[in-house]
């Protein structure tokens, strides 16, 4: 079974400045999406970027960047110039691209990691 | 276009009690996935629809079960409610890609609170 680990329960980062969310992987499989969604206080679930694994060229999505590194499995997310409006829960997650038929094919979530923006 | 909507928004049941939530996925999107969210476990993986068929189910007792209609709207009900149950039920919905393929972006909707007293 694959896991997803977001070492950091809470970031704080100044306004305007960057701010760098880990998260890392564990999975025997090579083919696979990768996530960054946010959730803010509504509790809406939104996609903020996503990641083929086949591709290594890293996803950019405005501000929003990731690091990607498949032989050492991880998954960092990179939020420039922050603003207010990025203060969220943010959770990494992972999907086999291939259905098994057999398992648990959905998304597997890290616990989050709680985005502070300090004005 | 639309985004995924769930109802109702917030419910309270008692326990032993059953319950039932609705999805309406994003117009075109035929698959359909629950996820529960709870402070201690985080967000877990229910079941996926694809097709009117379950296509894929987590780690969950079977008082937790599922449809899908030919519109690809979705229910999923609860029997016999715990206390353990009170959650943010979540549905996503995507599109396929195809039979052997698992779907790849999933679009969440604002979710529903339940809570079991």
């Known amino acids: 079974a694959q896991t997803v680990t977001q070492s950091q329960p809470e970031m704080s980062v100044q306004e305007a400045e960057t701010v760098t969310l880990s998260c890392t992987y564990d999975?025997?499989?090579?083919?696979?999406?990768l996530f960054w969604y946010k959730q803010p206080p509504s509790r809406q679930m939104i996609l903020v970027i996503r990641q083929e694994a086949y591709k290594q060229q890293n996803a950019t999505e405005n501000r929003f960047s990731v690091n990607f590194q498949k032989a050492a499995k991880s998954f960092s997310l990179k939020i420039s110039d922050s603003q207010l409006g990025d203060a969220a829960m943010y959770f990494c997650?992972?999907?086999?691209?291939?259905?098994?038929?057999?398992?648990?094919?959905?998304?597997?979530f890290g616990k989050g990691t709680h985005l502070i923006i300090q004005p | 276009k639309a985004g995924v909507t769930q109802t109702p928004r917030y419910l309270i049941k008692t326990r032993g009690q059953q319950v039932t939530l609705s999805c309406s996925p994003i117009?075109?999107?035929?698959?359909v996935s629950w996820y529960q969210q709870t402070p201690g476990q985080g967000l877990q993986f229910l079941f996926e629809y694809f097709s009117e068929t379950q296509r894929n189910k987590g780690n969950f007792p079977g008082r937790f079960s599922g449809r899908q209609f030919s519109n690809s709207r979705s229910e999923m009900n609860v029997s016999t409610l715990e206390l353990g149950d009170s959650a943010l039920y979540l549905c996503a919905s995507s599109l396929v890609s195809g039979r052997a393929r698992s779907t790849d972006t999933q679009y969440f909707g604002p979710g529903t609170r339940l809570t079991v007293l």
């Open positions: 999975t025997s499989e090579s083919d696979y999406y």
């Open positions: 997650a992972y999907r086999s691209a291939m259905y098994s038929g057999g398992g648990a094919d959905g998304l597997t």
């Open positions: 117009s075109g999107h035929r698959s």
